[in-house]
């Protein structure tokens, strides 16, 4: 079985929580997580509501595996429609929270309305009620989480919010669990602030003990959790430097996108590598990465635990940033650094820091820094304005500004509306390196062609947990394919795209893809779950997920168009390294994915396709 | 030849999977909240720390026990709560000086690690090696080594080159 069965629903305007029994036809179609709560979402909203209005909703969901001894099993993803994108809205977070839900009994809490003042949801295994946050609203996530423990006694109370970003309405507020773990991409922490939701706290003591077969499932999880001990990613590469294993590599190969795209390569990213983070620093003899760090059920480990320089400028007399939090991984070393060509890894582990505790998306923040600073630097924003000097490369304006986003302060508060929003008012939308409105992570489509096109055609705006080709066009996973080539790249992206929409709907981190397949994740599922989690069926399910996502976004009123990259990246050619003189070959691939997908050619799906995966559109 | 959990809270990343193991060993259940062994995180030093019973030969909790519900396991040397005997007055919950057994209200028992008969299901189930089960009598073998390789790699001494 492994589902709990049984979802929360909150109606924040009347006040009430009432359960429901999940609907299991839906789950079996759509799994779970990212898959179930968007089949769930788009029934009950309408596509063309307003994100941050109280017809809007917020799902928190886990997967069947979420809560069980399966690697990594304790994923849990935020649905919502994303205020900086329009679009549809899924992050995904780690940590232990997401367990402690399913382990209270629930699959899926549904947020819905808004709430006449703060309130946080209390959950306790069937008991559930929201109560009144006054007195924590304005806090940051971490005092939140502090006050929540103790107010309840219960130093084992897991806790998942928002922090000062959420209610003041920056367009990328990140949901934040166990201090350090984030569902924080697109703004999904805006919208819980919209409904004066602070928090959700939940103890769970009921465990899961309904898998289908033990004995099978404890074998097909022993069995998975070896494949990953064995590869030398997942087994020794992430362990040791977690994500930023990649910013030397990606550097080298000149994908590496610097000051807001200008640039393929940055000098300073040795200054800011994973190598760097294991290096004893000057100062104090010390190195910034204190341990590595698992989340719930996790046999991987990739978290980075970091400590900053107590002599560093931005903590000096600041004793609350002395100890050790969540560090680097390798997209926010890169958007708080190559995209600003700051090379200060003290100043990044600050601004990190600070990201946890405010609420908000670094590489959001980040790359919006990294065009103010490209319009600092010709003249269009002053100092004045900003109230600092802001050249690429100051560390001082990067924190000066971390400082001020969360709490909507000074010129930060226009930094908490996005790139797309920031640069158009001042005259210069092209400057905005974004997709739908999200801002790119730390991939550059020139260097990695397939990525170009992943980028377009991401659900959530431009994203590179929707479909990684980088895998295999750097580490060759499955496959080793051409980075500089358009050619397959469709097929490819197409591909990544269903699989991970099913390692999202499982509880299970897309981490472990770097070696697992789906036939990795099948008889998991299979030893879990009744129904048919077949290798052939959970392709189809994983395009199904794509396919209705897609509907929402295309009767919310997003095109062809909303497919694209901005021109930076399909004019102006890489300056340097093995991709200099390329541009992305974007218009080479979108038609021939539209046609892989059954699409037609302004991207909608055909009457036969929607027949063949039961999807349909959407009003 | 007895043998010992042995901790290495250093190797420990957090996971959880000794908690679900003991659970699911006990109860059939994924649940850290019926676990007997612990895991603690000390945020502010990024520290990990895997705690269970130490099953001392002068065993509190069985001296302690007013109805004999504690029981020395003669093959692995666990002190073993028999449940059908406990009646749940938790005097041994007291007499523990480190906390390790507790109360279970789903049962009306108290429960403590009792090494899985001999095979512990979380040091099976821990992928870091943070917890094995290792002969009693050298628990200290493992950094005994690491310190004779560091000898090792010094220049023998006396030996003139
Ligand atoms: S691989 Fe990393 S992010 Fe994924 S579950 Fe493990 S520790 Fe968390
Ligand atoms: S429960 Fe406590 S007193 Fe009893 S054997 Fe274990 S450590 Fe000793
Ligand atoms: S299984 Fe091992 S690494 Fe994981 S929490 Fe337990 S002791 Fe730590």
């Known amino acids: 079985m492994s589902w709990?069965?049984?979802?929360?629903?909150?109606?924040?305007t009347k006040g009430t929580c009432t359960a429901e029994p999940l609907k299991m036809d839906w789950a079996a179609l759509y799994l779970g997580q990212r898959g179930l709560a968007t089949k769930y979402f788009t029934a009950e909203v309408d596509p063309k509501v307003d994100p941050l209005s109280p017809a809007n909703k917020v799902i928190y969901a886990t997967g069947p595996l979420t809560g069980t001894m399966a690697s990594t099993g304790g994923r849990y993803s935020v649905i919502t429609k994303g205020p900086l994108t329009g679009a549809i809205a899924c992050s995904n977070s780690g940590g232990y929270f997401g367990a402690e839900l399913k382990m209270a009994g629930w699959d899926m809490i549904i947020l819905e309305g808004k709430s006449a003042r703060p309130v946080y949801l209390h959950i306790e295994n069937d008991h559930a009620e929201l109560l009144d946050a006054a007195e924590l609203w304005g806090k940051s996530t971490w005092d939140t989480e502090a006050w929540l423990k103790k107010h309840f006694q219960d130093p084992q109370v897991r806790v998942s919010g928002i922090g000062p970003a959420g209610e003041t309405g920056c367009l990328y507020a990140a949901v934040v669990n166990d201090l350090h773990r984030a569902a924080g991409r697109s703004g999904v922490g805006t919208v819980l602030g919209s409904k004066n939701l602070k928090a959700i706290a939940v103890r769970g003591t009921k465990g899961v003990g309904n898998v289908k077969d033990p004995a099978a499932f404890m074998k097909a999880t022993a069995a998975a959790k070896k494949v990953l001990a064995d590869n030398a990613v997942t087994g020794q590469g992430l362990p040791k430097f977690g994500t930023q294993v990649l910013m030397n590599v990606i550097n080298e190969m000149g994908a590496l996108p610097t000051r807001n795209h200008r640039d393929v390569q940055f000098d300073g990213a040795k200054d800011i590598s994973a190598e760097a983070m294991h290096a004893p620093r000057k100062t104090d003899g010390k190195p910034n990465l204190v341990t590595n760090q698992?989340?719930?059920?996790?046999?991987i480990a990739c978290g980075r635990i970091s400590k900053i320089d107590e002599s560093h400028f931005t903590v000096v007399n600041k004793p609350q940033y002395w100890g050790a939090s969540g560090g680097l991984e390798y997209e926010a070393a890169w958007a708080l650094g190559a995209a600003n060509g700051v090379n200060d890894l003290e100043a990044l582990t600050y601004a990190n820091f600070r990201a946890n505790e405010d609420g908000w998306d670094p590489i959001s923040f980040g790359a919006t820094v990294g065009a103010v600073m490209e319009l600092y630097e010709m003249g269009v924003l002053k100092k004045e304005q900003l109230g600092i000097e802001a050249p690429f490369g100051s560390a001082q304006a990067l924190t000066f500004f971390a400082d001020q986003v969360g709490k909507g302060e000074g010129f930060g508060k226009e930094i908490a509306l996005g790139s797309k929003r920031l640069t158009a008012k001042y005259g210069h939308p092209d400057l905005s390196m974004t997709v739908k409105g999200q801002e790119f992570p730390a991939y550059d489509s020139r260097g990695i062609q397939g990525m170009g096109l992943a980028y377009a055609t991401s659900n959530r705006g431009a994203c590179h947990l929707r479909g990684y080709t980088v895998a295999s066009e750097v580490l060759g996973i499955p496959v080793k394919t051409d980075p500089h080539v358009t050619e397959g790249k469709a097929g490819l992206v197409k591909?990544?795209?269903?699989?991970?929409?099913?390692?999202?709907?499982?509880?299970?981190?897309?981490?472990?893809?770097?070696?697992?397949?789906?036939?990795?994740?099948a008889p998991q599922l299979q030893a879990a779950c009744e129904g048919d989690w077949s290798l052939d069926n959970l392709n189809l399910v994983g395009e199904r997920i794509w396919n209705l996502e897609k509907e929402f976004n295309l009767a919310a009123g997003l095109t062809k168009k909303d497919d694209d990259l901005p021109p930076r990246l399909k004019k102006e050619a890489a300056k340097t390294g093995p991709a200099k003189g390329l541009v992305n070959g974007l218009d080479k691939m979108l038609p021939e994915y539209y046609q892989l997908r059954g699409w037609n050619a302004e991207g909608v799906p055909t009457a036969e396709t929607r027949k063949r995966l039961g999807t349909a559109a959407l009003k | 030849m007895q043998k010992s959990l042995h901790i290495d809270p250093a190797k420990c990343t957090g996971c959880l999977q000794c908690e679900m193991a003991c659970s699911y060993e006990n109860y059939q259940v994924f649940n850290p909240a019926k676990s007997r062994i612990k895991v603690f995180d000390f945020h502010h030093t990024g520290r990990k720390v895997p705690y269970t019973?130490?099953?001392c030969d002068e065993a509190w909790c069985l001296h302690a026990c007013p109805v004999e519900a504690i029981k020395v396991d003669a093959a692995t040397g666990a002190k073993v709560v028999l449940e059908n005997v406990c009646v749940g007055c938790k005097v041994c919950t007291i007499a523990c000086p480190f906390g390790t057994v507790n109360y279970v209200q789903d049962t009306g028992k108290v429960q403590k690690c009792d090494l899985c008969g001999g095979k512990p299901a979380c040091a099976e189930a821990c992928p870091t090696g943070a917890i094995t089960y290792v002969d009693a009598d050298w628990t200290g073998l493992e950094k005994m080594r690491q310190w004779a390789q560091k000898l090792d790699s010094q220049p023998a001494a006396g030996h003139a080159d």
């Open chain 1, 495 to 521: 591909a990544f795209q269903d699989a991970t929409a099913v390692f999202d709907s499982s509880g299970l981190c897309l981490f472990t893809s770097f070696a697992w397949t789906l036939q990795d994740v």
């Open chain 1, 4 to 12: 709990a069965r049984k979802i929360l629903r909150v109606d924040l």
């Open chain 2, 53 to 55: 019973c130490t099953q």
């Open chain 1, 294 to 299: 698992a989340c719930f059920g996790c046999t």
